[in-house]
């Protein structure tokens, strides 16, 4: 008798764990089947493009005829060609100009507007974040008048009697690849006060008076309180920033097409000049694996610092 009940208890528990598998199976096909149409196009213009770039890094070719295999000639090109590696150095550059001042300017201008309680913050986001909503092209040829021999600066230079302060700033081997840099921190600022405002505003006031009681003054309470408090949102900042940077072309192109002479040739820059206006689709292409790789590294790097501070 106990016997027949445990078969029949155990029918019904299988009998109710079939259908219970049925819909499992069916969510899962169902889930399948809503990504494909996604996964499908992510191959065919993401996947499948890098893989032809990182095939055709092995190749000398002009974007004519056939190529011949090169193996890895191109990258040691790309270390040994001053024009190429320096565009590297000229990268870190334009990461200090990006990330670095943008990212500390950031930090106490959101602090600063945020605990003193301006009023119309929400107009003054709008405004500063009003560069990222904008064609980095009109930005570039906007910014390209300023710079210009008789633009906005030489004039106001001139105005104030310092004449000898006055010159081409973007034709002048030794201001242009800074003055490109500056464009990136002014773009780049409204993007990261953004964010930090956002993460300061969220920082409960408890922890701002108990500090003041403390005999903790505003330096302080800044470095102890709203920057450990805002590292999410520092750590975004550094990534978003950085990687643009390194992606850095149209303002490039727009403004000094790499020169003076190679003066602020970049990487992503580079790619556009060997692959399509030199023919050597072949170093073009390993600059962007290259490019691709540290871009990468930098994301990975970036979140595992977040991963293991949290």
């Known amino acids: 008798m106990t016997a027949v009940r445990a078969n029949e208890a155990s029918g ?62 191109n990258y040691l090109t790309i270390f040994s060609d001053p024009r190429l590696s320096s565009s590297f150095i000229h990268a870190l550059v334009l990461i200090f100009f990006y990330a670095v001042v943008p990212i500390f300017i950031g930090l106490i201008l959101a602090s600063l507007l ?16 009003m560069p990222q909503v904008i064609a980095m092209v009109v930005l570039a040829i906007s910014w390209r008048q300023i710079y210009a021999p008789n633009g906005l600066i030489n004039t106001v230079l001139r105005s104030v009697g310092l004449d000898g302060l006055t010159r081409a700033w973007l034709g002048d081997f030794g201001t242009a690849l800074p003055a490109v840099g500056l464009i990136g921190t002014w773009v780049s600022t409204g993007l990261v006060t953004v964010l930090f ?43 978003l920033t950085i990687i643009a940077a390194l992606k850095t ?14 003066a602020t040739t970049v990487p992503a820059y580079e790619v556009y000049n060997q692959a399509i206006r030199l ?14 790789v540290i871009i990468f590294v930098i994301n990975v790097t970036v979140n595992w610092l977040g991963e293991r501070d949290r």
Do not use: C
């Open 12 to 73: 019904r528990e299988g009998g109710e764990l079939r259908p219970l598998k049925r819909v499992r199976h069916r969510h899962i096909g169902a889930s399948i089947a809503l990504l494909a149409l996604p996964l499908l196009v992510y191959g065919l213009f993401l996947l499948y493009p890098l893989g032809r770039v990182v095939v055709l890094s092995f190749y000398e070719w002009d974007g004519m005829g056939d190529g011949v295999w090169a193996g890895i000639d």
């Open 114 to 129: 945020v605990q003193a309680k301006v009023k119309g913050l929400g107009f003054f986001r709008t405004v500063v974040f």
């Open 197 to 239: 405002m956002s993460g300061i505003s969220r920082i409960p006031q408890e922890y701002y008076e108990a500090a003041r009681l403390d005999g903790a003054g505003v330096v302080r309470q800044f470095w102890s309180i709203t920057i450990p408090s805002v590292r999410g949102e520092m750590l975004v900042a550094a990534t």
């Open 249 to 262: 072309f149209d303002l490039i192109y727009m403004t000094t097409s790499g020169g003076p002479g190679t």
């Open 279 to 292: 023919g050597n689709v072949g170093v073009g292409s390993s600059l962007a694996v290259v490019l691709t």
